[in-house]
T-cell receptor, first 115, second 110 residues
Framework: EPEVTQTPSHQVTQMGQEVILRCVPI?????FYWYRQILGQKVEFLVS????????KSEIFDDQFSVERPDGSNFTLKIRSTKLEDSAMYFC?????????????FGPGTRLTVT | SQQGEEDPQALSIQEGENATMNCSYK?????LQWYRQNSGRGLVHLIL?????REKHSGRLRVTLDTSKKSSSLLITASRAADTASYFC??????????FGKGTTLSVSS
């Protein structure tokens, strides 16, 4: 069964450093998302991406964040200058065709630890 | 803003018993989805119910939706130790961003 994959599974970085989290969505899906979950808290939406552009973003997704789909398979989240409060689990999700199936399928997550 | 809130926050049952978790939300929705998360792991999609549906089944899972009360329930029948996890509801208005609740932590003991 197709699945969303994410790398790395765990990333440790120092405050102020840039990180890039990578995702490979399910191959025929059209909509891509990033969410995060701070330890012990609820999953929060960051950004959605469709047709090579951001379609929706939350207040969390400020200028420090950016997303890119550099090729036909990868979907990346970049944090330019990490802060301690960026420590969280980051989930990528993908969704197929709008209008027929709204299920969002999540990857296993990348645990980001900022020290 | 719309928000899924589950109750109870924690539920402990014995294997073989049924587990019922509830979710409430505030505004109109297009879809409501239930997810499972094992400790420290990813989110596994369980079931999606559309706003015009009232009940849906998938294996041992039964989901109901009452749009007049803005609530949904997830029933897991004949629970197993492997069902131990956190369960989240997530709502959307237009098939885009999901809004998650805080989740119900289910513990099934053998």
């Amino acid at each position: 069964e197709p699945e969303v994959t994410q790398t790395p599974s765990h990333q440790v970085t120092q405050m102020g450093q840039e990180v890039i989290l990578r995702c490979v969505p399910i191959s025929n899906h059209l909509y891509f998302y990033w969410y995060r979950q701070i330890l012990g808290q609820k999953v929060e939406f960051l950004v959605s991406f469709y047709n090579n552009e951001i379609s929706e973003k939350s207040e969390i997704f400020d200028d420090q964040f950016s997303v890119e789909r550099p090729d036909g398979s990868n979907f990346t989240l970049k944090i330019r200058s990490t802060k301690l409060e960026d420590s969280a689990m980051y989930f990528c999700a993908s969704q197929g065709q709008a209008g027929s199936s709204y299920e969002q399928y999540f990857g296993p997550g990348t645990r980001l630890t900022v020290t | 803003s719309q928000q899924g809130e589950e109750d109870p926050q924690a539920l402990s049952i014995q294997e073989g018993e049924n587990a019922t978790m509830n979710c409430s939300y505030k505004t109109s929705i297009n879809n409501l989805q239930w997810y499972r998360q094992n400790s420290g792991r990813g989110l596994v999609h369980l079931i999606l119910i559309r706003s015009n549906e009232r009940e849906k089944h998938s294996g041992r899972l039964r989901v109901t939706l009452d749009t007049s009360k803005k609530s949904s329930s997830l029933l897991i029948t004949a629970s197993r130790a492997a069902d131990t996890a956190s369960y989240f509801c997530a709502t959307d208005q237009a098939g885009t961003a999901l809004i998650f609740g805080k989740g119900t932590t289910l513990s099934v003991s053998s």
